[in-house]
């Protein structure tokens, strides 16, 4: 059998680098920057049923539920950022000294679904290309994970990790109920 080999690479079909996270309250809203971080995995998780009669040699296939997760870590955090992430799981109290900020959590039994952007920007030649991934009604998976790390460690940051989980918005056109990727490039 013969092998078959691309012999050329578009360039304008990659997708280098990592992702800006952001958050808003809707997929059309303001979305606010979540600081400095990296998405190590995202992905459309699809679950099919199948219906098969008795002995009926084909069976109806579909998909009985579909969610769309993102995970990564924050490597900037603070109040503003664990509020807006949390989707009121956190709330930021104000503090009296001034360059202070409190975060406090524990008791809230309702978590408010957010949008999320991932965008990926890079230069190719002279143009730039970006990739936008919105997931337009998501929550958090986890409340706050840390793992901390020695001061003289090579790698001292701690990191937040995260697994957020988007789920279909029924108040959008079946089809597109989950999230929209778009890529463009301009000169």
């Given amino acids: 059998m013969a092998t078959h080999q ?26 606010v920057n979540l600081g400095a971080g990296i998405i190590t995995k995202f992905g459309h998780n699809i679950v099919k049923y199948d219906t098969q009669a008795g002995n009926a040699p084909d069976p109806v296939e579909g998909i009985s539920d579909e969610t769309f997760t993102i995970d990564g870590e924050l ?5 503003s950022v664990l ?3 949390s989707g009121g799981a956190y709330a930021a ?26 965008t990926n920007s890079r230069l190719i030649g002279a143009v730039t290309h970006s990739t936008v991934i919105v997931v337009y009604k998501a929550v958090v998976d986890n409340g706050l994970q840390f793992t901390a790390k020695s001061d003289n460690d090579a790698d001292p940051v701690n990191v937040m990790a995260f697994t957020i989980t988007g789920k279909n918005d029924s108040t959008k056109t079946a089809g597109s109920q989950l999230f929209s990727i778009t890529r463009t490039y301009n000169v």
Wanted: hydrophobic letters at 40%; a negative charge.
């Fill in 6 to 31: 691309n012999t050329t690479i578009d360039s304008t079909k990659l997708i280098l680098g990592n992702y800006k996270i952001e958050t808003s309250a809707t997929s059309g809203g303001t979305f």
């Fill in 75 to 79: 490597i900037e955090f603070d109040a």
């Fill in 83 to 85: 509020t807006a992430i």
């Fill in 93 to 118: 109290a104000a503090a009296s000294v001034s360059g202070v900020t409190v975060i406090n959590g524990g008791g809230n039994t309702t978590i408010t679904e957010r949008a999320f952007k991932l």
